[in-house]
């Protein structure tokens, strides 16, 4: 069968168009439910007893949207279109993103983990060793002066042990003001100065602008593993310290029912909002979950995340139980006193 010139030509442009529609990036990102994934093979204490229900994990999905998957976002149900600079920092590449998301999943981890043993009762010694950082913002004042992986050990003489002792330093400080940051490098400690600037527009935060992590060493007994493969992100925290703690103790915490949830948690068993609850919570009634525990945020009204969680599970007409937390101890009293 023979084609005709303008035949081929159709074709050609067609195949072009095709390509371009799958494949062009646009300037926007795509969420949608991901999915909810039993917690006991990702988290394993050692000679622990299997409970006859379930922890989940629940994820949220998403890209950079191509001119197809914009349409389709457009046209399918639980999909939401974001602008990419409020998803992704400007001037982080992919790989410095996905970076990011795996280092914040490590520190849940961490912070899960010194929250379960610690309530548990049982064997934990934490040693502090600086912080790291994981990414620098683009044009801001840290920019082509720290390195994603430096290591912090010290900012104008004084010894920093976690985040939280250089961003209460640097909050102190003014506009314009310089400091000495003494980083360790390639296994070389060098020092570093840096003028302060704004960070945030909108509320004039001074700072450096950096992403960084504390550089903890946990060591437990008995033993713990996680193998949470890519996810990445902080909003598994409060799921973690569930399923660890559940391990750790003698009973079923879960008595027999698939609890799920999010929230990032802190060292102190506080519960932060997270984003793409409304999604997490479609993705939750798709795997038949029985409760759902949502940070309340203090009791906050309107678009706190419990208030979004709870309007969506209206929404679709689930039977699972949206549980307000504000700390992990709200989960586990509830988990003992208010589950039959």
Do not use: C, W
């Amino acid at each position: 069968m023979k084609f005709s010139k303008g035949q081929v030509i159709s074709l050609f442009a067609a195949v072009i168009i095709a390509f371009f529609l799958s494949t062009y990036d646009l300037p926007y990102y795509i969420q949608k439910p991901g999915g909810a994934d039993a917690l006991n093979p990702i988290v394993e204490v050692e000679n622990a007893d299997k409970s006859k229900g379930d922890f989940h994990l629940v994820t949220v999905r998403g890209g950079q949207a191509t001119p197809i998957q914009y349409v389709l976002a457009k046209l399918l149900p639980h999909h939401q279109i974001m602008d990419i600079k409020d998803v992704r920092p400007e001037g982080l590449s992919d790989d410095e993103y996905f970076h990011l998301q795996l280092q914040m999943m490590e520190s849940s981890q961490e912070a899960s983990t010194v929250v379960a043993y610690t309530a548990a009762k049982k064997e934990i010694t934490i040693q502090y060793d600086g912080v790291y950082v994981v990414s620098v913002a683009h044009e801001l004042p840290a920019d082509e002066i720290l390195e994603m992986g430096d290591r912090i050990i010290g900012i104008d003489g004084e010894e920093i042990k976690e985040s939280a002792d250089l961003i209460s330093y640097i909050e102190q400080k003014k506009n314009g003001d310089t400091v000495d940051i003494k980083l360790i490098r390639n296994n070389e400690e060098i020092s570093k100065q840096i003028t302060l600037g704004i960070i945030d527009e909108e509320t004039q935060r001074i700072g450096i602008g950096i992403t960084l992590v504390t550089d903890r060493e946990v060591e437990v007994n008995p033993p713990l593993s996680f193998s949470s493969g890519n996810i990445g992100g902080p909003s598994a925290g409060l799921m973690f310290s569930l399923e660890i703690y559940d391990q750790l103790t003698s009973g079923d915490l879960t008595k027999g029912y698939q609890i799920a949830g999010t929230g990032e948690i802190d060292y102190e068993g506080n519960v932060g909002r997270i984003g793409g609850i409304d999604k997490k919570v479609v993705a939750a009634d798709r795997e038949n979950i029985d409760v759902f525990f949502a940070p309340y945020e203090g009791g906050r009204g309107g678009n706190s995340n419990y208030e979004v969680a709870k309007k969506k599970a209206e929404e679709i007409g689930t039977d699972m139980v949206i549980v307000p937390v504000d700390t992990f101890e709200d989960a586990v009293r509830y988990l003992e006193e208010e589950l039959k």
